[in-house]
């Protein structure tokens, strides 16, 4: 699968890139906002696509151009303003998938958050943040798309351990960013995944076996 | 009919209410946020309600108790932090159209925004806002409630003339709140609008007359 990486400037978005970039089972377009953003991957002997998730659906239509799938992984995240929240999270989002209908680009991938899909565990200091994916995420549900919805647990930085929980039950914890890129890549020819959404944490099952208990 | 007005403090809020409460044909119950908005009400002889959008749905359900229709006019409008926004113009106003769908209150009317159903005619500036509006507006037509989705122009505080232009080709213009009042009081038993949006602006029909030829 050729797959388009939305957001792959983000930290979560940088290792899903170089996971595919290693895998010999996928190839990866990296889609960045910045031209040097952009150079700088295909020094590293990356494809890359220059496009803005403000851009028109029409303009993020091009950028979908020989993908076979697509990992969203965009977000302005629980630290900028939720005026950004409202265009990248949720429109960006939303957009990116009706691009996605309109190419004929079924599968469709988008890191979520733990917690976004029940307005009672939405937590109070980031509740705009979550406001955003929980809509998001139902527009996704949805859509006519191959979706999976990947909602991770608090993201820390420490390496992968390869060992997760996955599932429908709501469970607080922690992954690593780097375990949340390999599971996203693992899905993505995962048929357990298919049309399917679950929280996803640090546990002790191998990566390859949470997702065939899903 | 009995109306819950949401958004009651609102500046066309107030007008709604006062119209109401002044028609023979509908009774009003203002739902407001702080009990001195409550009291204030009352003093007037005008019914009030307690409820807050970032409550849940349940106990917004319970505000719409005996009511038989919804003006929803709520906003934390271009003015305020986008975080307000995602939360009383986007979730808010979803979670009154689940509330009303629970309660079996069938007729929803809600106070849009010009341009917020077409990407193309967000204006920078506030760009934000019209995302929260055009999600609202959507999870309302998809809804399975009797909805009205009026847009308005940009609004100024000039007494109403009575006099508009409503359709669905988009068109820049301004309308004084009063009107917007008076059309959405209008619109209430107008089966013209039941299951339809367009836009307002000042005009040259009377109101009837205009809702007349939707």
Known sequence: MKVLVVGANGQIGQKIVKQIQDSE?????????????KEQLEKEGIEAVLANLEDSVDNLVKALSGADAVIFTAGSGGST????TLLIDLDGAIKMMEASEQAGVDRFLIISALGADKRENWSEEIKSYYVAKYYADKALEKSNLNY??????????EP?????????EFEYGKIPREDVAKVAVTSLTAEQTYRKAFNLISGDASINEAIKRL
Chains 1, 2 share one sequence.
């Open 148 to 157: 999976t919805i990947i909602r991770p647990g608090a993201l820390v930085n």
């Open 160 to 168: 992968g351990t390869g060992s997760v929980w996955a599932g429908t």
């Open 81 to 84: 303003g939720a005026d950004k």
């Open 25 to 37: 089972e996928h190839s990866v377009v990296a889609m960045v906002r910045k031209n040097e953003q």
